[in-house]
């Protein structure tokens, strides 16, 4: 494919299987965050999906063996200790033996999305294959929806519409830039993935601090620190 029209023989290029397959995946980690965010509490549902960076920085470095040197490997760790400190919130009444399933399988899937869209993203055709993940989402996500409503009647509010629509679209636009990111020259998955993670965690404590006048405790604002020290050692 020279373009980035659909066409009928795009089942047969090589990753529109993996595509299919993200696809379900993506529906089903998103609603799981979303089960484990009620059963087990928001900080737990933030770290473990954050945490999972650790899964693409070892299939990076074990698989395309990229760089895995003292200083990086100090970065790696001091943003994983970064994530589970900015995202702990005080007095947050996290039962972590609760559905300890829901924070587990959040942990493997998202950690397997991110692995999977580095592996089996083409050079070309990044929108197309995108289109294909989330179309497949949509599809399944609608299948849901109906069934919820005409069978189990649960109805859904018109005004989720619009905030999923914006969802949606921030969601996208977010895996095409690490797609972008991911291709650039000199910069190597592992680092990738570990500085996405580590800054959406310590931008978002900000946006909670400054925005909704969240309290930010000591734990956090070490959090932070360590995620601005990690960055450096894992850029530099």
């Given at each position: ?8 023989e ?7 299987m993996?595509?299919i ?24 549902a ?10 693409p ?6 698989v ?6 003292l ?9 994983l ?19 300890i399933?829901?924070p ?6 998202s ?17 197309l ?33 619009p ?21 650039v ?11 996405n ?8 404590t ?10 930010i405790?000591g734990?956090n ?16």
């Amino acid at each position: 494919l020279n373009d980035e029209r659909i066409r009928p023989e795009i089942i047969y290029v090589d990753w529109f299987m993996a595509a299919i397959g993200l696809g379900i995946l993506f529906i089903t980690i998103f609603n799981v965050m979303a089960l484990t965010a009620q059963k087990n509490g928001l900080s737990v549902a933030s770290v473990a999906s954050k945490m999972s960076v650790i899964i693409p920085v070892l299939f990076g470095i074990i698989v395309y063996g990229e760089s895995a040197g003292l200083q990086k490997i100090i970065g790696i760790i001091l943003a994983l200790t970064a994530v589970f400190l900015a995202s702990i919130k005080p007095k947050s009444n996290v039962v972590l033996t609760k559905s300890i399933y829901l924070p587990i399988l959040l942990f493997l899937g998202s950690g397997i999305i991110d692995t999977s869209i580095n592996h089996f993203a083409p050079n070309g055709n990044k929108a197309l294959f995108l289109a294909v993940i989330f179309g497949i989402s949509g599809i399944i996500g609608l299948l849901i929806l109906s069934y919820k409503s005409l069978i189990l009647k649960h109805y859904f509010k018109t005004k989720s519409i619009p905030f999923g629509i914006v969802l949606g679209i921030i969601n996208y636009a977010s895996i095409h830039y690490i797609l972008k990111a991911l291709r650039v020259d000199g910069f190597e998955s592992s680092s990738v993935f570990t500085i996405n993670n580590v800054a959406i965690v310590a931008v978002s404590t900000l946006v909670g601090l400054f925005l909704f006048k969240e309290r930010i405790s000591g734990k956090n604002w070490f959090g932070i620190l360590l995620a601005l020290i990690s960055i450096a050692l894992v850029t530099l």
